[in-house]
T-cell receptor, first 115, second 113 residues
Framework: AQTVTQSQPEMSVQEAETVTLSCTYD???????LFWYKQPPSRQMILVIR??????QNATENRFSVNFQKAAKSFSLKISDSQLGDTAMYFC????????????FGQGTRLTINP | DVKVTQSSRYLVKRTGEKVFLECVQD?????MFWYRQDPGLGLRLIYF???????EKGDIPEGYSVSREKKERFSLILESASTNQTSMYLC????????????FGQGTRLTVV
């Protein structure tokens, strides 16, 4: 079974700083997908970024980028020029390439951006 | 925009009651999911469905059942609510193709007293 671990329960940075959230996972599969989801206080889960394991290039979406290290089974999220609206719970998630398309989530990291 | 709607945002029920949590999606998605969210545990999958009348157990199905009679609707049933089922429940749907985004409802915070 796959597992996802987020070792930082809480983080706090000043507005405009760069912050990196950590995620490690365990799987025996070679092909899979990784995601970062954001859950603001409104509780609405929003997809931030996704990575396909067979792609070596790290995914980027505006201020959000990932550092995908397949051999180390690491998938960190970097937020540049952080904004107050980035305050949220962030969840790392894994999905197998084949079979049921269910997501396996990490424990979450609560990120607070301070003015 | 895809919309996933959960019938209640907050719910308070008594121990032993039968509880229905309803979820409706409007984008003809194949897959629907029920997750439970608890602090420090993240989201854990209770049940999912990949077609009408089809269902599979997730990681924590004990004490729950589901129903999917129509493609757009996926119900989570607590047969006899217990206090350890007090939690946030999130419904999600996805199109049924790989690497696609799952869309979530706004969550139901259930308290069992």
């Amino acid at each position: 079974a796959q597992t996802v671990t987020q070792s930082q329960p809480e983080m706090s940075v000043q507005e405009a700083e760069t912050v990196t959230l950590s995620c490690t996972y365990d799987t025996s599969e070679s092909n899979y997908y990784l995601f970062w989801y954001k859950q603001p206080p409104s509780r609405q889960m929003i997809l931030v970024i996704r990575q396909e394991a067979y792609k070596q290039q790290n995914a980027t979406e505006n201020r959000f980028s990932v550092n995908f290290q397949k051999a180390a089974k690491s998938f960190s999220l970097k937020i540049s020029d952080s904004q107050l609206g980035d305050t949220a719970m962030y969840f790392c998630a894994f999905m197998r390439h084949q079979g049921a398309q269910k997501l396996v989530f990490g424990q979450g990291t609560r990120l607070t951006i301070n003015p | 925009d895809v919309k996933v709607t959960q019938s209640s945002r907050y719910l308070v029920k008594r121990t032993g009651e039968k509880v229905f949590l309803e979820c409706v999606q409007d984008m003809d998605h194949e897959n629907m999911f029920w997750y439970r969210q608890d602090p420090g545990l993240g989201l854990r999958l209770i049940y999912f469905s990949y077609d009408v009348k089809m269902k599979e157990k997730g990681d924590i199905p004990e004490g729950y059942s589901v129903s999917r009679e129509k493609k757009e609707r996926f119900s989570l049933i607590l047969e006899s609510a217990s206090t350890n089922q007090t939690s946030m429940y999130l419904c999600a749907s996805s199109p049924g193709q790989l690497n696609t985004e799952a869309f979530f409802g706004q969550g139901t915070r259930l308290t069992v007293v």
